[in-house]
């Protein structure tokens, strides 16, 4: 069922109530997410995105009762991920000669994975088209936002940014708005996405919030491609953004560890301990690695101004948890962070030197060469745990 959002704007999309990953298994989705999709009819009907694959048929047929498919005149492709243009060779077999408004690097994209030769009509920032009653549609390259091929789209008059991945957040709901829903949750979510999807390419994200803004675009509303519409406020999801692509971090320390028999485990709670008592105003959160789910660490590291990283000593190296984890870390290229590393060892202890290496190469400025403990802490040890944990918060 399409829903008004605003003159002959409509949304069109999916709300996949039972997605618990995205990304195959790399990001994790504990509130479901929505695929948006967007019809605009005025003199000529535009199909903003689709949504993912799996849904294909159920959207083509959704759209169908909503409007003859025959009538419809352009299709925007802003991005060519499949969770977005998955339905879109479902449609294609109704209606294979529309144009399709995508970027050069789209056509790549949607060629690469479809391998059909559609009716493509490149743009590129600052082409706009025609859809009568006085409305255009004006295209804004993304580029690496989060894709080569990604683009947004503004329809003028009703002054509506369909922005695609950016300012999106996997977050189920009916309910089609921001200021409809509970604001935790939706900032919550879009801090989660915004870590693990959008951090890597702040340095880019810096400058294009700067284009968008200098290109003095009302804007009304913020027609995300997941999660909700941002209609009340839409500068405050952009103010967000422009905060967090600018280095963020909080007065927060947070320790990651995997444990073997508990001992790397009792250095990170002593650790913590000895921050606390140094610093009562720093927040100091403990995860260990291989109970907790990888994206919400990652979003804890998004807001820390330092982490330590434990291990035990294993195979002369550390546990593969923590070695996965720390390959997803320096994917994240975090920056402006501080790191230190610990971990119990029995034999040869190259864990934290292993660690350091590792965080060093993520981007990370090291804090001493980390603090080893020779088996299972015992009263001396953890005194001297607790005076390390005490040192590390001065930095
Ligand atoms: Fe929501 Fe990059 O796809």
């Known amino acids: 069922m399409k829903k008004n959002i605003k003159s002959n704007v409509y949304w069109v999309g ?34 903003i995105d689709t949504v993912w694959l799996p849904y294909a048929e159920e959207f083509v047929e959704n759209l169908a009762k909503e ?38 690097n789209a056509v790549k994209s949607l060629k690469g994975q479809y391998h059909q030769d559609w009716n493509f009509q490149v743009v590129k920032t600052g082409d706009k088209i025609d859809i009568g009653n006085g409305k255009h549609l004006i295209f804004v390259e993304m580029t690496m936002l989060h894709w080569p091929d990604s683009m947004a789209t503004y329809l003028t008059e009703d002054n509506i940014l369909f922005s695609n991945d950016a300012f999106g957040q996997h977050f189920a709901t009916d309910r089609l708005y921001n200021d409809l829903v509970d604001q935790c949750v939706l900032f919550s979510e879009a801090e989660k996405y915004f870590a693990n999807i959008l951090n890597p390419f702040n340095q880019i994200l810096r400058k294009k919030l700067d284009q968008v803004i200098s290109m003095n675009l009302d804007i009304d509303i913020i027609a995300t491609s997941h999660g909700v519409i941002w209609r009340d406020n839409p500068m405050q999801i952009i103010e967000k953004y422009v905060m967090w692509a600018n280095d963020y971090q909080e007065n927060q320390i ?17 650790i913590s ?9 720093v927040v100091v959160k403990v995860f260990n690695i291989a109970k907790n789910d990888t994206n919400d660490m990652m979003t804890e590291i998004f807001r820390s101004k330092m982490i330590l990283i434990g ?6 190296s550390i546990l593969h948890s923590v070695a996965g984890f720390l390959h997803f870390v320096k994917e994240l290229k975090f920056k402006n962070k501080k790191a230190a590393s610990f971990g119990c060892y029995g034999w040869s202890g190259e864990a934290t030197k292993v660690i350091n290496e590792s965080l060093k190469s993520a981007g990370f400025e090291i804090i001493g060469e980390g603090f080893k403990n020779q088996w299972n802490p ?17 930095y």
């Open 273 to 281: 301990e000895g921050i606390e008592l140094a610093d009562k105003d």
């Open 14 to 47: 999916k709300v996949d109530w039972e997605l618990k990953k995205f990304h195959g298994e790399e990001f994790s989705t504990h509130n479901g997410s929505t695929y948006n999709s967007y019809l605009i009819q005025e003199e000529k009907n535009v199909l």
């Open 67 to 104: 409007i003859d498919l025959d009538m419809i005149d352009y299709i925007v492709v802003n991005h060519g991920e499949v969770d977005h243009s998955g339905a879109l060779p479902e449609l294609m077999k109704h209606i294979p000669d529309k144009p399709i408004y995508c970027t050069a």
């Open 254 to 270: 947070t320790i990651l560890y995997d444990t073997m028999w508990n001992g790397t485990r009792k250095m990170a709670e002593k």
């Open 311 to 316: 291990s035990p000593t294993i195979g002369n």
């Open 378 to 394: 015992d009263e001396e040890s953890i005194k001297n745990i607790i005076e390390y944990g005490k040192e590390i918060a001065k």
